[in-house]
């Protein structure tokens, strides 16, 4: 007995039944042009008088077929065990029957639907302080590995070109001058501008100059300069090293035996403990000069007695605690974007992801350090 169970443009599908078997015949083009027809609409239509005892599928008429017919098969395969029936797909050629099998062997994820879930507020902050607390191991590790090349550096066992720290201080430090310059000048204007607002309500303007300089020596002069290079250098550094990661440059350094800390990190983090206390000294400077403008411009203040009364109000103890900070955030900027750039996976994007995080990281720490300095100071009477 022959029965057509379905004719979709040029996919047919016939049945025949003999001694317990349900034979499909396929016939025509199995082609995603020609339409897809439902394997699991076939089997209840067929199953749906009598059950069989094993389903055959014939592919001798099939004259062409593509992942339509691996749909159609895979549809089928899923009905038949649902049904605990055996299928036999001997009947077809071999591509198709190793396409279904691939298709089979690997089950659909029934939880994929929940992937493109957003989490909510409180679920958001709760995965960023277990990835947090779970990025916390490798950081202590490589904080470990830099503070042991520090070690080798002090004998003399460690292994970098002089060359590259002077390379990087240039990059660092004098290529920075007329950023650090433009937004020092600024904040100075700004701090004098504000300051003086205040002080002539008591007819004190002359203690503007004190307010400039104590807030730029003590506090803002290092912390703008660590945030104009976390901006500009962390994020530089996380970029070349991730690159290295993606064009395999660090596995080569392994590979002949050199440590990637030593001949790549080491001289970036030297270069930055230097070139950020110098910048900080030049921004104070230069804020204390953009200040004067304004104390200048906007009282009877004149510039010998502004800069008479800043020498006067900026001790050496405020240069060094002020110079201390800068020294710290140097080292802030270069762990957080050397480690970001040697953890980077080998993906361009990211080396975009590496470079963002190494600047959020860097800004992030450089607040809490200035934080935690401050109360110090404040505790041990600086």
Not at 4 to 22: E, I, K, P, S, T
Not at 151 to 160: D, I, L, N, P, S
Not at 283 to 299: D, E, K, R, T, Y
Request: glycine content about 10%; overall charge negative; proline content about 3%.
């Amino acid at each position: 007995m022959s029965q057509v169970l379905a004719y979709d443009g040029g996919n047919r599908v016939d049945q025949a039944r003999a001694d317990g078997v349900l034979r499909f015949i396929l016939r025509g083009s199995w082609t995603i042009a020609q339409g897809v027809v439902s394997g699991e609409s076939i089997m209840v239509d067929a199953v749906s008088s009598d059950r069989p005892q094993r389903i055959y599928v014939d592919g001798d008429a099939v004259s062409e077929w593509d992942s339509a017919l691996v749909v159609f098969l895979t549809d089928l395969s899923e009905r038949c065990r649902t049904l605990d029936l055996p299928l036999d797909l001997s009947g077809l050629p071999d591509g198709v029957q190793r396409l279904v099998a691939l298709a089979l062997a690997v089950p659909e994820r029934t939880d994929a639907a929940h992937e493109d879930k957003v989490p909510g507020f409180v679920e958001s902050i709760g995965l960023q302080v277990l990835a947090a607390y779970r990025g916390s191991g490798a950081m202590l590790e490589f904080i470990g590995e830099v503070l042991i090349a520090l070690a080798r550096t002090v004998t003399g066992r460690t292994r970098f070109r002089t060359s590259e720290i002077l390379t990087v201080f240039q990059q660092v430090g004098p290529d920075a001058l007329m950023i650090v310059t433009l937004i020092s000048f600024l904040v100075g204007t700004i701090l004098g501008f504000v300051g003086l607002v205040q002080l002539e309500a008591f007819g004190a303007d002359i203690y503007v100059a004190n307010l400039v300089a104590i807030a730029m020596i003590r506090e803002m002069g290092g912390m703008m300069t660590g945030i104009i290079m976390a901006g500009r250098t962390g994020a530089a550094f996380a970029a070349q090293l991730g690159t290295m990661q993606v064009n395999e440059e660090i596995a080569a350094f392994r590979t002949v035996g050199i440590s990637p800390v030593e001949f790549l990190v080491l001289p970036r983090i030297l270069a930055l403990i230097v070139a950020v206390p110098l910048l900080t000294i030049y921004a104070n400077v230069v804020g204390m000069v953009g200040g004067s403008v304004v104390s200048g411009a906007l009282s009877e203040v004149t510039l010998p007695q502004y800069f008479a009364q800043t020498s006067d109000a900026a001790t050496l103890t405020d240069w060094a605690g002020g110079l201390f900070k800068a020294t710290v955030y140097g080292i802030i900027i270069a762990v957080a974007g050397c480690m970001r750039g040697m953890q980077s996976s080998k993906s361009a994007a990211s080396v975009g992801d590496a470079a963002t995080s190494a600047v959020v990281l860097s800004i992030t720490l450089i607040i809490l350090a200035e934080a935690v300095l401050t109360v110090v100071y404040q505790v041990l009477g600086i």
